[in-house]
């Protein structure tokens, strides 16, 4: 009895730790970017200074709605395509399927250095270059694999008959598609779309190389101003972003129960 609740504090110690490695980082940069020293000195003196300042700094507001318009368009599209790919891989049997799953992992295994360069040379081979049009497709491409896997594992635990009872009572393909299969694999498809979200706008390899100067993205442009010198602006900046997606998770979890039920 005595060992058992050794290790359910041992365990529940380590969650703590593990909850503090990963939030005391966070939560100190948001506490600096109130701080009135630009340079972390104690003791802290509250001020609102630095956001003032963000709202003036052109270049990483431009990013942020760069970072933010890239990731939203590349989430739909790489949410749609994937979704209607995984809904093929799932009907239909054809030469050469097993090795496009297998396909599916490597470009989530493989160095984001390795994807950017490759990216870089055939974009310029193309005629495509370098660009928000190129940071774009190549946003797409690195989060599809992400959607395509998700939704394919919701596909798992959908049951065919289904489909098959709607098309035996007259349903069209399309009708089957809209009213029995998405409802049904509607939280892996709205979590696909959150990892391609994710992936997009956290992205910094893949936009270090195909960006272009005045066309950035925000963590390309923090990896810029960080060398030049390292302003509470960036903190400012970061923990709006923190606080927003915290709210938008929020209502999400509050909303909408991922197994299904509204």
């Known amino acids: 009895m005595a060992t058992t609740r ?43 200074e630095w ?16 970072s933010m318009e890239i990731a939203i368009i590349s989430t739909i599209i790489a949410t749609v395509l994937g979704s209607a790919a995984s809904l093929a891989l799932y009907r239909h049997e054809f030469r050469g399927k097993k090795v496009l799953q297998a396909l599916l992992f490597p470009p989530i ?25 190129a940071i774009l497709l190549g946003h797409v491409a690195l989060a599809l694999p992400y959607v395509i896997v998700v939704v394919s594992a919701r596909l798992q635990t959908f049951a065919p008959e289904l489909e098959e009872a709607a098309r035996s009572l007259g349903a069209n393909q399309w009708q089957v598609t809209s009213r029995v299969t998405l409802p049904w694999i509607l939280p892996g498809v709205i979590a696909g779309g959150l990892f391609a979200f994710a ?25 810029a101003a960080i060398r030049k010198g390292f302003t509470p602006e960036i903190n400012a900046v970061s923990t709006i972003i923190i606080v927003v997606s915290m709210a938008l998770m929020l209502l999400a979890a509050r909303f909408f129960k991922f197994g299904g039920e509204k």
């Open 109 to 133: 295994a493989i160095p984001w250095l390795i994807t950017g360069t490759a990216m870089l040379i055939f974009f310029f081979g193309v005629g495509i270059g370098r660009g928000l049009f």
């Open 51 to 66: 956001y003032a300042s963000l709202w003036q700094n052109d270049q990483l507001i431009s990013a942020t709605w760069n």
């Open 199 to 223: 992936v997009s706008f956290d992205q910094f390899v893949v936009s270090y190389f195909l960006s272009t100067p005045g066309q950035t993205t925000l963590p390309v442009e923090i990896y």
């Open 6 to 48: 050794i290790l359910e504090w041992c365990g529940r110690l380590y969650i703590w730790l593990l909850l503090a490695f990963l939030y005391l980082p966070i939560m100190i940069m948001a506490l600096m970017s109130f701080n009135v020293s630009p340079f972390y000195q104690l003791p802290f003196e509250w001020t609102t």
